[in-house]
């Protein structure tokens, strides 16, 4: 939400790539609750299995490096995986890291 209306009861969304007019009446909208894979276990998202090498080693897309530390004599980085949520987050150290575009 980027602003709110109360005399006109409208919210404006960012919706940076969408061509839709990004206003809405509150009786448009409606709360977001995330999903219950319990209740609902179809509407998981399904998760992109990994790159398989000529080697025969697992890769996966990084979304993006979300933090750092130190460990020891190296680094670690905190890794986001394209597809997973932040529960699936992974400290990684720099040498396994060495052909990741992310890091750059």
């Known amino acids: 939400i980027t602003h709110t209306n109360p005399e006109q009861f409208s919210y ?3 919706m940076s790539n969408s061509e839709v007019f990004n206003t809405f009446h509150v009786c448009q909208l ?3 609750f995330p999903n219950n894979d319990t209740l609902y276990p179809q509407r ?3 998760r992109p299995g990994p790159i398989v090498t000529p080697k025969g080693m697992e890769e996966y897309y990084v979304e993006c490096i979300t ?3 130190k460990c020891g004599h190296g680094m670690q ?3 986001y995986f ?3 949520g932040p529960e699936e987050d992974r400290w ?3 040498l396994e890291l060495e052909d990741c575009e992310a890091l750059d």
């Open 12 to 14: 404006t969304l960012n």
């Open 30 to 32: 409606k709360r977001w």
């Open 44 to 46: 998981q998202h399904k």
């Open 67 to 69: 933090d750092e530390r």
């Open 77 to 79: 980085y905190l890794v």
């Open 82 to 84: 394209q597809g997973y």
């Open 92 to 94: 990684i150290a720099r």
